[in-house]
């Protein structure tokens, strides 16, 4: 049966986001629910000598309007630069700072576009090709939207021809099971627990960080410290 996952789009986010879009057979960035402040959307964690740093994409707030992901748009287009000097900074001593920059610049040169839905979107999508990671990515814009939020995600799953929704743990608390099982779709949990630490810069092991600490930590073996085999 199709496995599929419904997530917002995160900017380069942790393995374990990575993870679950290896262990499905389509992932589908739920971009229509609204954008959340100070949360995952548009920043994510590094390492640095005095601890994690977020690294945030600076967005256009419209007031008090609930606006969704894809609505929201980059306030200042200089971003790019300060990101990735900032990354060179705390990483230069990585063992895999060189051949990850080779990759990695090039992508921040050509992240120029002007909503945050599609930057993340190329992101997610050359890591995951770095990653070795072939899911489709699809977005919930290309699907029709219908009931409360479990039945928007069980209806999404429908129109993808799921059998199995597959969520992370957090869910469990609001997800209405039966939503699905009215569409003949299985719900199943995914299981975060259990990475094992790999080598990193700066002091006592953290796993919540991005993903692209273990990239220019481990470089090629990074799927090796993650939980989805090739």
Not at 7 to 36: C, M, R
Not at 132 to 141: F, K
Request: aromatic letters at 14%; proline letters at 6%; a neutral charge.
């Amino acid at each position: 049966m199709k496995r599929v996952a419904i997530v917002q789009s995160n900017y380069v986010p942790w393995k374990g986001y990575f993870d679950l879009i290896a262990a499905v057979d389509e992932f589908i960035l739920f971009d229509d629910v609204q954008f959340t402040r100070q949360d995952w959307r548009n920043r994510n964690l590094i390492k640095t000598p005095s601890g994690p740093q977020w690294l945030s994409i600076p967005v256009q707030i419209q007031g008090l309007y609930s606006q969704s992901i894809r609505e929201t748009f980059i306030a200042k287009m200089n971003w790019q630069s300060r990101h990735w000097r900032t990354l060179t900074m705390n990483y230069a001593r990585a063992p895999f700072f060189k051949d990850t920059a080779e990759w990695l610049e090039p992508l921040y040169r050509a992240a120029t576009f002007p909503d945050l839905s599609s930057v993340n979107r190329h992101f997610l999508r050359a890591i995951c090709d770095r990653l070795g990671i072939a899911t489709p990515l699809g977005t919930s814009s290309d699907h029709l939207l219908e009931g409360n939020p479990s039945e928007r995600l069980a209806s999404i799953c429908a129109q993808a021809g799921a059998g199995v929704y597959l969520s992370g743990p957090a869910a469990r608390a609001y997800l209405d099971e039966g939503a699905f099982a009215r569409r003949g779709i299985t719900v199943q949990w995914f299981d975060y627990e259990g990475y094992e630490p790999y080598p990193q810069l700066w002091g006592p092991f953290d796993h919540k960080l991005s993903v692209l600490d273990l990239i220019f930590n481990t470089g090629p073996e990074a799927r090796s410290f993650m939980k989805v085999s090739r």
